[in-house]
């Protein structure tokens, strides 16, 4: 099969470009304005638009997060289990997210991080244990290993900026009991694959789509087809309460030992309502309750989820409609496309030195053109590479596994390959046609000459 374009639905046209005159503004203009040299004043003579895709929750902030603050100070009740009021927000908010995602749990804790600490406890792991994380993806990813004592073993991603599936099999041993499987950059992980080989070898599956939250693969919402799923809810996410998170699961066992690490190893009353049993004792656990102003301004968002997603995927779209017909423009892979949240258009240079000149070039239009972003190159961070836990006993690297095991540049470089080639042009919500088509012009006008 040849290159897909960003997504596969055909919705939007570039018809409304094109009556606005626009498009032929910007291609006459514009483009020569770009032929080098390119002065400042230049740039400012060409009348070019400030492109801002901003924080997508806070676009989205109204009365309705306004109004849920102002319940909960009128009630007086900001904690989630008692007050002189009735606090009703975050258990609203964790039924509602539930309901949302498709399954019968959710949990509301106090970041995405904490999230993946009681995915992990959910899923009972531990020393002796290794855990399958992608190469590129966020901190939280590898320290919610460490901190359960396990052996964070690296995987590669593949051209879908997510966990390689035949890499992922590569590395698993007789040890290895959960694998993380990372929706990165708004897109979903190649998942019919990982699952297959996670099943097949009896390993649990924890999906983080912190970086995609309400997007889908097949019809299904993310971190609802694994084990257990997790979210965040910081401001660089979908929908956004400053700080927040949440996991989610189909499955008692699992919800019960999270909620359980989520508050000091106590499981209350309206946990035990909604799973109807008792299925564990407590194992200790932190205190990652979330708060109700929290809990109600992460309710109201998330009734502007879907909205959101529609916004930044229409320009998406877009814009991917606008230069698919580029000779030779190689795409970022899309397992669903239809399930892809819109945060970005991404396609590869030939090498590392055509895609900075491209960024470069992109930046001079006022594109917000990047590297791949939001994640970091985990093996070669320097703490990692010399294997820094808490204590010197402290079980991840304590094992013969642990002590044997090397990090650094040699085990993911296909990953630093695929990091090194990729151009992203971030996609805002609120993008106007006359930016879709700033950032359409500037694409077409730079990739021929830089590819
Ligand atoms: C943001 C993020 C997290 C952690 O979420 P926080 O709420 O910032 O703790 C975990 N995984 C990924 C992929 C993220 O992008």
Redesign the pocket.
């Known amino acids: 099969m040849s290159e897909k374009p960003f997504l596969s639905t055909n919705s939007v046209t570039r018809r409304g470009f094109l009556a606005t005159g626009l498009a032929a503004y910007s291609t006459a203009t514009l483009g020569n304005v770009l032929a080098e040299p390119v002065s400042p004043d230049a740039i400012a003579a060409a009348n070019l638009l400030p492109i801002d895709p901003g924080y997508v929750s806070s676009l989205y902030y109204d009365d309705k997060e306004k109004d849920a603050l102002n319940d909960v100070l009128k009630e007086g009740s900001p904690f989630r289990f008692w007050g002189p009021g009735t606090p009703v927000k975050t258990k609203h908010f964790e039924e509602a997210f539930a309901q949302y995602m498709g399954v019968p749990y959710a949990l509301a804790v106090t970041?995405?991080?904490?999230a993946?600490d009681c995915a992990m406890a959910g899923l009972g792991v531990g020393p002796g244990d290794e855990v399958i994380v992608p190469a590129y993806?966020?901190w939280?990813?590898y320290t919610c290993v460490l901190c359960a004592g396990a052996l964070p073993v690296f995987a590669d991603i593949d051209e879908t900026f997510n966990l390689d599936p035949r890499d992922f099999e590569r590395k698993i041993t007789p040890r290895t009991k959960a694998v993380l499987a990372?929706h990165?950059m708004g897109g979903p992980c190649d998942l019919d694959p990982i699952l297959d080989i996670a099943r097949k070898h009896n390993i649990a599956v924890l999906e983080?789509a912190?970086?995609a939250v309400g997007g889908s693969y097949k019809g299904k919402k993310l971190g609802t087809l694994g084990d257990v799923g997790i979210y965040?809810?910081?401001i660089?996410?979908m929908i956004s309460s400053g700080?927040?998170?949440a996991v989610v699961t189909s499955n008692p066992m699992i919800y019960e030992r999270a909620v359980r690490y989520h508050d000091v190893g106590i499981f209350r009353e309206i946990f035990e309502k909604r799973t109807g049993s008792v299925l564990s004792s407590s194992e200790g656990g932190q205190n990652f309750r979330l708060n109700e102003f929290t809990g109600g301004v992460l309710d109201a968002q998330l009734t502007k989820l879907d909205t959101m997603i529609q916004d930044q995927r229409r320009n998406a779209q877009a814009i991917a409609e606008g230069i698919q017909d580029l000779p030779g423009l190689h795409w970022r892979k899309q397992p669903d496309p239809d399930g892809d949240i819109g945060y970005a258009v991404s396609f590869a240079m030939k090498n590392k030195e055509a895609r900075d000149r491209c960024i470069k070039e992109l930046r001079k239009w006022n594109v917000p053109a990047a590297t791949l972003i939001?994640?970091v190159l985990l093996p070669i961070q320097e703490s990692v590479i010399k294997k820094q836990a808490r204590h010197p006993n402290w079980p991840s690297f304590n094992s013969p596994e642990g002590k044997a095991i090397q990090y650094g540049p040699e085990c993911c470089r296909q990953t630093l390959d695929v990091f090194d080639r990729f151009v992203l042009i971030r996609v805002g919500p609120k993008y106007t046609d006359a930016i879709n088509q700033q950032i359409i012009t500037a694409v077409r006008e730079v990739y021929p000459k830089v590819a």
């Open positions: 970041s995405g991080t904490a993946l993806s966020w939280s990813d990372v990165l983080d912190a970086q965040s809810f910081q660089n996410k700080e927040g998170g939001g994640s």
